[in-house]
């Protein structure tokens, strides 16, 4: 399986500003994905991410608010914008797997406090 | 659309209990179906899988098995350890992308 990591890890952000998050794969991979996980709730998916193409958002979630990059196929980022208390989360970034078989493998995910 | 429901936490064991999480779920068409595991402070790892009905994914001493007549996928182990301690989230496969039940947390006390 892929080996994902992301920086930072964790940040504590002022309201108003915002946090980009990286996302590196150690192979090249087509589709990532962008996750969020508020506190104590299961994951929901934000974007997708393909190279070479505009994320495409989930409902709910718009790219003003969280632009996605994908310059390559190995790296990726999350900006979250002009942050509110509400989203201090987890951000986790996940690569497919093998080709048919639905599997995604995760980073460590950042935790993001909004002060 | 798709879903999943999970049993609620947290499941509280102690060592060597027998562990059962119960998963259903609602598809259209035939999803693969996953179990992951997140441990304190990390990401997601996946746990395991199965792909189609009757099949059984096990990994690391727990099973789950694909039951299409009562859209369940229920996850199981003999006996837990203390290191078992986790979130754990059925998820399935929908239209490309995965969708995740709310998590289970399991404790289990020495």
């Known amino acids: 399986s892929a080996v994902i990591s992301q920086k930072p890890s964790r940040d504590i952000c002022q309201r108003g500003t915002s946090l980009t998050i990286q996302c590196q794969v150690d192979?090249?991979?087509?589709?990532m994905f962008w996750y969020r996980q508020q506190p104590g709730q299961s994951l929901t998916l934000i974007a997708t991410a393909n190279q070479g193409s505009e994320a495409t958002y989930e409902s709910g979630f718009v790219i003003d608010k969280f632009p996605i990059s994908r310059p390559n196929l190995t790296f990726s980022t999350l900006t979250v914008s002009n942050l509110s208390p509400e989203d201090s989360s987890i951000y986790l970034c996940?690569?497919?797997?093998?080709?048919?078989?639905?599997?995604?493998?995760f980073g460590p995910g950042t935790r993001l406090t909004v002060t | 659309g798709d879903s999943v429901t999970q049993m609620e936490g947290p499941v509280t064991l102690s060592e060597e209990a027998f562990l059962t999480i119960n998963c259903t779920y609602t598809a259209t068409g035939y999803p693969s179906l996953f179990w992951y595991v997140q441990y304190p402070g990390e990401g997601l790892q996946l746990l395991l899988k199965?792909?189609?009905?009757?099949d059984k994914g096990s990994n690391k001493g727990f099973e789950a098995t694909y039951r299409k007549e009562t859209t369940s996928f229920h996850l199981e182990k003999g006996s837990v350890q203390v290191s078992d301690s986790a979130v754990y989230f059925c998820a399935l496969s929908g239209a490309g992308k995965l969708i995740f039940g709310q998590g289970t947390t399991l404790q289990v006390k020495p």
């Open positions: 996940s690569v497919e797997g093998p080709r048919g078989s639905y599997e995604q493998y």
């Open positions: 192979s090249q991979v087509t589709m």
């Open positions: 199965a792909t189609k009905a009757d």
